[in-house]
């Protein structure tokens, strides 16, 4: 390990140390918004450690319009607050999620800012562990999309090594496997589900495509054992 990774993950412990909730939390988002209750349990698998938790996004798409609505965002991801790394921009972290949200900032690139970070109303401590989160949804959706993207830095494997250099293929900076993707699509009256692994992001974060190829992933899938949603509930 060299000196700037064994200081980056220094770094990251030390942060993911204070910026992480009881593993039996309820993490609740978009509080003041009107619509209907959702609720996701996130449970963590063998690859999820309370040390290094991964960067979670968590949205809604109309299965005809597109992306509509972000329930939720980890701190680190949401404020661009990346540990010992000030300056830092990790397009790598959520590519998926933060190209479907769609907002580009003034460097080009789509990941939130500390000048302009996602609002507090979606966003929290990282879990330590398995969790569950409840937010609001747009009442009107009924045929849409649940996804969820994670990635943890430092997961490399033979197919993205450390040791890779910038320019090669397989180079991924400190995110070593790229991010997971997680979908379940509903229909009108089907209200619960499981979410799906269905890809990975972009590497270095350069595009929101999905990649279907799971080939390379080893040790990623196992960082949430299941993600299940129950989008039945109505707000009073």
Request: glycine share 8%; charged share 20%.
């Amino acid at each position: 390990m060299t000196p700037k990774t064994r200081l980056t993950a220094l770094g990251l412990m030390l942060f993911s140390l204070t910026m992480c909730v009881p593993s039996d939390d309820t993490i609740i988002t978009n509080q003041d918004k009107d619509g209907r209750t959702v609720i996701l349990h996130i449970t963590s698998g063998d690859a999820w450690s309370s040390k290094k938790a991964p960067q979670i996004a968590v949205w809604i798409e109309d299965n005809e319009t597109g992306y509509r609505e972000t329930l939720y965002v980890s701190y680190k991801s949401a404020t661009g607050r990346w540990a010992f790394e000030p300056t830092a921009r990790r397009p790598e972290a959520l590519p998926y999620w933060s190209h479907r949200h769609g907002v580009q900032y003034a460097d080009g690139l789509y990941m939130p800012t500390r000048d302009e970070p996602l609002p507090d109303a979606v966003t929290s401590a990282t879990p330590s562990h398995s969790f569950k989160l409840q937010s609001t949804m747009p009442a009107d959706l009924e045929s849409f999309t649940v996804l969820a993207e994670l990635n943890v830095s430092f997961d490399y494997n033979e197919f993205y090594p450390e040791g890779a250099s910038p320019g090669d293929d397989n180079y991924s900076y400190v995110n070593g496997q790229p991010s997971l993707i997680y979908a379940a699509t509903f229909a009108p009256g089907n209200d619960t589900g499981t979410l799906q692994l269905v890809g990975t992001g972009s590497l270095d974060g350069s595009s929101g495509e999905l990649t279907k190829d799971l080939s390379t992933i080893t040790t990623a899938a196992h960082l949430v054992s299941s993600i299940t949603v129950d989008a039945g509930e109505e707000e009073e």
